[in-house]
């Protein structure tokens, strides 16, 4: 029998269990999505002439769906990426002020420690 290793093992537990109950349904969505929505769609680029073919795409209309969805998730990435650029920075800082306390310490130990000769 498998024993968990503690709070870790019911955290990663829980992730999965939730990851199944998110991704399953969202699955089975997109899924039905991709099947109900097969017939192909114009896309165009140029809304003054929406007739032209050289800027015309056909394609399923899921395929347009999923594009957009992939995209979403992109771009939301990216945003969220630069928009914590200033917390990775803060902790780039601690981190380098955390390698450089031990040897302030030890100065200042040395400069408030008595003379060894009196």
């Known amino acids: 029998m498998r024993t968990s290793n503690g709070p870790k093992g019911i955290q990663l537990m829980l992730q999965r269990i939730v990851a199944v109950i ?7 969505i997109l899924i039905a999505l991709a099947v109900a929505n097969r017939a192909a769609v114009p896309f165009t680029i140029d809304p003054f002439n929406p ?3 050289a800027l015309t795409v056909e394609l ?7 594009i957009a969805l992939i995209l979403g998730v992109i771009i939301g990435g990216v945003v969220t990426w630069f928009r914590q650029g200033r917390y990775r920075r803060i902790a780039r800082e601690r ?13 200042s130990r040395a400069a408030l420690a008595p003379p060894s000769g009196v």
């Open 22 to 28: 998110i991704i399953l349904p969202l699955a089975i």
């Open 51 to 53: 007739g032209n073919p």
């Open 60 to 66: 399923p209309l899921f395929v347009f769906l999923f």
């Open 95 to 107: 981190v380098r002020e955390a390698k450089t306390l031990p040897a302030t310490e030890e100065r």
